[in-house]
């Protein structure tokens, strides 16, 4: 595993794709479908984000996408199903966040790729911020939302688990410490932090000061050194 994708492991994000099976509809089948569904999703995203998603219309999200309402319902059947396609492309942005960067000379050393991948974290984060509001709204009021944003933050805990593992493998992390437990507790601190700083402004912090902090809690919370002592 090189150390980029090591680094992605470490990346939190608990953004859901929300859809019971057997109710989402085929993809389009032209590339001109293609982008007709592109740009509603991107014209949903617009509306979703300015007016969050009670008040959010269909008629302004066909309108921003020059699209008629019969439109709207050949690629999607209601509002719900729109916002899961908006999430699933935010959740992809934050699952891959693309190469975390790691200084050149480190890429053995466990703290400068948790530290790469927790600022990529930070920075997918922060281009998807108005977004994590809107995701507030909805699993609040919405089981379905609730229960797939659960789930998503389970399938992050397990694979920060599983890089936790490693490192105790490698005798370079606590090897008393319980993976999944920590991986639960961490990703949980992390997505907090990212949400106080980006999406309600709480923490007027810079992105350097915020990936320091998370990486420093991070490495210390498990223990973990560099393979050089």
């Not at 680094?7 to 994000?13: D, F, K, M, N, Q």
């Not at 319902?73 to 934050?94: G, N, P, Q």
């Not at 948790?114 to 995701?135: D, G, H, I, P, T």
């Amino acid at each position: 595993m090189t150390a980029e994708s090591r680094g992605s492991e470490l990346v939190g994000s608990d953004l859901p794709r929300i859809a019971a099976a057997g109710t989402e509809k085929a993809p389009p089948a032209t590339a001109r479908g293609e982008r007709t569904r592109a740009a509603l999703i991107a014209a949903a995203r617009q509306i979703f984000e300015r007016d969050g998603f009670s008040d959010a219309r269909l008629t302004d999200i066909t309108v921003a996408a020059s699209c008629s309402t019969g439109t709207f319902y050949t690629y999607f059947d209601s509002k719900e199903e729109i916002l899961d396609a908006v999430l699933a492309e935010a959740h992809e942005d934050m699952l891959h966040p693309g190469f975390p960067h790691v200084e050149s000379g480190s890429e053995g050393d466990p703290i400068a790729v948790l530290e790469a991948a927790n600022r990529a974290y930070f920075e997918a984060y922060k281009r998807n911020a108005k977004l994590r509001l809107v995701l507030e709204q909805v699993t609040a009021n919405m089981p379905e939302f609730r229960e797939k944003r659960r789930q998503r933050g389970l399938v992050f805990a397990s694979r920060n688990a599983r890089h936790i593992e490693k490192l105790q493998e490698s005798g370079l992390a606590d090897p008393d410490l319980d993976a999944m437990g920590a991986a639960q507790a961490l990703s949980g601190m992390v997505s907090r932090m990212a949400y106080q700083a980006f999406a309600i402004g709480v923490d007027e912090v810079s992105m350097d000061d915020l990936t320091f902090t998370a990486t420093r809690l991070w490495a210390n919370a498990i223990g973990l050194r560099s393979p050089k002592g």
